[in-house]
Nanobody, 121 residues
Framework: QVRLVESGGGLVLPGGSLSLSCAAF????????MGWYRQGPGKQRELVAT???????TYGDSVKGRFTISGDNAKNTVSLQMNNLKPEDTGVYLC???????????????WGQGIQVTVSS
């Protein structure tokens, strides 16, 4: 079974920066892409950023120009650098892996437990 383990997060002042990291553990043959989603208080889960095949990036409109996703395909890790954070960035950030092949099985979506990011003065 593949697990996604997130780290980073915490409390930051508006305008500040924070970094999140996620690593996939298990008998992994391949992963199509990894990324981040978030769920704010009373809000639906939304896309933050994804990295596909180690090169193609996608960002949610609200974070473009402020957040940067990066990753290491060989190590099955993905990171998210968040700059100029705003109170509306507050939420639980979840690591996601798409198209995981492990022990001969393909899984479309694998999720981490989530990590809290709070932007507040």
């Amino acid at each position: 079974q593949v697990r996604l383990v997130e780290s980073g997060g915490g409390l930051v002042l508006p305008g500040g920066s924070l970094s999140l990291s996620c690593a996939a553990f298990g008998a992994i043959f391949s992963i199509d892409g990894m990324g981040w989603y978030r769920q704010g208080p009373g809000k639906q889960r939304e896309l933050v950023a994804t990295l596909t095949n180690g090169a193609l990036t996608t960002y949610g409109d609200s974070v473009k120009g402020r957040f940067t996703i990066s990753g290491d395909n060989a190590k099955n890790t993905v990171s998210l650098q968040m700059n100029n954070l705003k109170p509306e960035d507050t939420g639980v950030y979840l690591c996601h892996a798409a198209g995981v092949i492990s022990n001969g099985r393909w899984t479309r979506d694998t999720w981490g437990q989530g990590i809290q990011v709070t932007v507040s003065s």
